[in-house]
């Protein structure tokens, strides 16, 4: 039975113990419909059900013969770096734990007597799951974002809740004198801005980022990276960046 509102999953059980696999499978589909789980015996046959199949979990054990869990955890790494990997073995310690974690895992579970383990390794899946997709949704939403303003012919720069530069595109560092982002990243707005202005577009980032508003556009006097100053037109408004509040200044000349 599904805890929660998810789309069907696709689980990838390693173990060299067939009959073992197939318990594990079994309850983890009867734990949630939406998981499916397929199973393989080596890390052999893991890869190739890997390269034939659209995986979004491994859960695997430990110790198997030929190759074990961490060494496939390595060659996931390799190719699948932010595939969910849960490490379910009966082999517990110290030294593997943080060989794992060392080696990327996502989680590691020790496998334990009765039902109750399936309770818990299905909610481990749900949450890596849950957890790379929402990532996933918002590196699609910041390449979207790139890909819309990094060509857009206005400047536009993103500052974070400390007035520290986040992002300028390429108008914006051409119009700041700037080689490249390097010379502006992590300056706060008020270094490109004439003293005589900065305590007033303070208070307006500050109305900005606590009452989620744009702010009327402001002529400025705005001084480059090479002391030039230039005239220009700001309009200041809320967004999100990579999960963060930030204020999107868009300049006009």
């Known amino acids: 039975m599904s805890h929660f509102s998810i789309d069907s999953v696709t689980v990838l059980h390693v173990d060299d113990e067939p009959d073992f696999g197939e318990i594990v499978a079994e309850f983890l589909e009867r734990e949630d419909a939406a998981f499916s789980v397929r199973t393989a015996t080596s890390v052999d046959d893991a890869l190739t059900v890997l390269r034939n199949e659209s995986i979004e979990c491994v859960v695997s054990d430990y110790d198997m013969p030929d190759r074990d869990g961490l060494e496939l955890l390595e060659l996931v790494r390799d190719d699948y770096p932010d595939l969910p990997f849960i490490l379910f073995t009966g082999k517990g310690s110290e030294e593997i734990a943080s060989q794992a974690i060392s080696a990327g895992v996502t989680d590691y579970l020790q496998k334990g007597v009765g039902t109750e383990q399936y309770t818990v ?56 004198d700037a080689d490249s982002f390097a010379e502006i990243a992590g300056k706060k707005a008020s270094d490109f801005l004439h003293p005589d202005e900065r305590d007033t577009a303070r208070e307006r980032f500050q109305q900005l980022i606590r009452d989620d508003v744009s702010v009327p556009e402001k002529e400025y006097r705005v001084i480059t990276v090479t002391d030039e100053v230039k005239e220009a037109t700001i309009a200041t408004a809320p967004g999100y960046y990579r999960g963060e509040k930030v204020a999107q200044a868009m300049v006009y000349r």
Do not use: G, K, M
């Open 121 to 176: 390794l299905a909610n481990r899946i749900r949450n890596a799951v849950r957890s790379t997709r929402a990532e996933t949704a918002v590196q699609r939403t910041e390449d979207r974002y790139h890909n819309l303003v990094d060509t857009a012919p206005i400047p536009i720069l993103l500052f974070d809740r400390n007035w520290e530069a986040l992002y300028a595109n390429e108008a914006a560092v051409a119009f700041l």
